[in-house]
């Protein structure tokens, strides 16, 4: 009865899972008496499920009038806490979403969600607020400010410089992201674990236990996301050699805009891609020694091309760095 009450204010995926229980499960066990415990245990846990999503929508509604109600033309950034000295962001999207805002002197504030996930239209952080609006994954955020912000969309490059460009974008966020994924929290879980342990849950304002558990909830859908892109497939040394190439590719783009004098990637001004390989590098500059398959965050950190950019780049747009990270679960502004 209870479910059927429920159903009426649900969602549409959600009320189709309640409705499924109600026609197809529900019958086929009130068929034999000896049912009675499992129909019971089944009920409770649709219960405990159904409060725990209406619970969750309600916070998703409460957070959009939120949302509704702040002032136009700044710009709320969502991610979780600034755990690690020496880099704007542990992920390298949050760094590369908040050097755009600097880049172009946009007004913004930075917000630490732990959950926020559960508030982004993508179900990924990083993700904005903008002018009443929930935009999420960090390549459309970017979309999105430039349009917003009167930004040309190709940001004035040639089409070899926005092909080079997109080459960045996949290295990084498809090729190396996935690799350093394995890297850390597949390859060297107690390293990370205690890390995240230390760090994490003093910013998120959480014991260290339940962190402890979360990390291995991670850690299985990490290895399951690698499997599913084939990486997990790779042998050890195979997986080295593939990401050391990255880094070396990363590296020749760089060596090549020095050989032009440029000061950033395409020129003496810094563009999206250099925002995402500025995040991306500082963030792996910033990681705790790696004693298990470390062979491609140890050529960043030998690779003085690489080093020398992160410093040119955080000299212009992340001179206050010692001051904002790390830093707990607060809100930081950023005024033009």
């Known amino acids: 009865q209870f479910l059927y009450f429920i159903g009426p204010r649900l969602t549409p995926t959600m009320a189709a899972i309640v409705n499924a229980i109600n026609d197809n499960v529900l019958p086929a066990l009130t068929s034999a008496a000896s049912n009675t415990y499992v129909l019971g245990a089944l009920g409770l846990a649709a219960t405990g499920f159904v409060v725990m999503k209406v619970n969750a929508a309600r916070k998703r509604s409460a957070f959009m009038a939120t949302v509704k109600a702040m002032p136009k033309g700044v710009v709320y950034l969502y991610a979780i806490p600034r755990l690690l000295k020496g880099t704007p962001h542990l992920g390298h999207s949050a760094t590369k979403v908040e050097a755009f805002l600097r880049v172009h002197n946009i007004p913004y504030e ?3 969600l732990m959950d926020g996930p559960s508030y982004s239209p993508t179900e990924t952080i990083p993700f904005i607020a903008l002018d009443g609006e929930l935009i999420g994954e960090s390549q459309f955020c970017i979309d999105a400010l430039k ?3 009167n930004i040309p969309q190709d940001e004035g490059l040639t089409p ?3 092909a080079v460009h997109t080459s960045i974008r996949r290295i990084v966020d498809l090729s190396l992201y996935q690799h350093n994924s394995r890297t850390t929290f ?3 879980p107690s390293v990370m674990k205690q ?3 230390e760090k994490f849950a ?6 260290g236990f339940v962190i402890g558990f979360m990390f291995g909830k991670f850690r299985k859908a990490t290895i399951n996301r690698l499997n599913v892109s084939g990486l997990g497939w790779f042998d050890d040394e195979r997986y080295q050699i593939e990401a050391t190439r990255d880094v070396a590719a990363l590296s020749a783009f760089v060596q090549d805009a020095d050989a032009r004098k440029h000061k950033y ?9 250099d925002t995402l390989l500025y995040g991306f590098v500082s963030s792996v500059l910033a990681f705790p020694e790696l004693p298990n398959n470390g062979r491609a965050v140890q050529a960043i950190r030998d690779d003085k091309a690489l080093n020398a950019y992160v410093k040119r780049f955080e000299a212009e747009f992340y001179a206050d760095l010692d001051t904002i990270a790390p830093a707990g679960p607060a809100t930081q502004k950023f005024a033009k």
């Open 265 to 273: 990637l395409f020129g003496n001004k810094a563009t999206s891609a």
């Open 202 to 207: 003093p910013a998120a304002g959480v014991p």
């Open 160 to 162: 070899v410089q926005a």
């Open 147 to 149: 349009k917003r912000f």
């Open 110 to 112: 930075f917000h630490f």
């Open 186 to 188: 597949v390859d060297n």
């Open 195 to 197: 890390m995240m342990v």
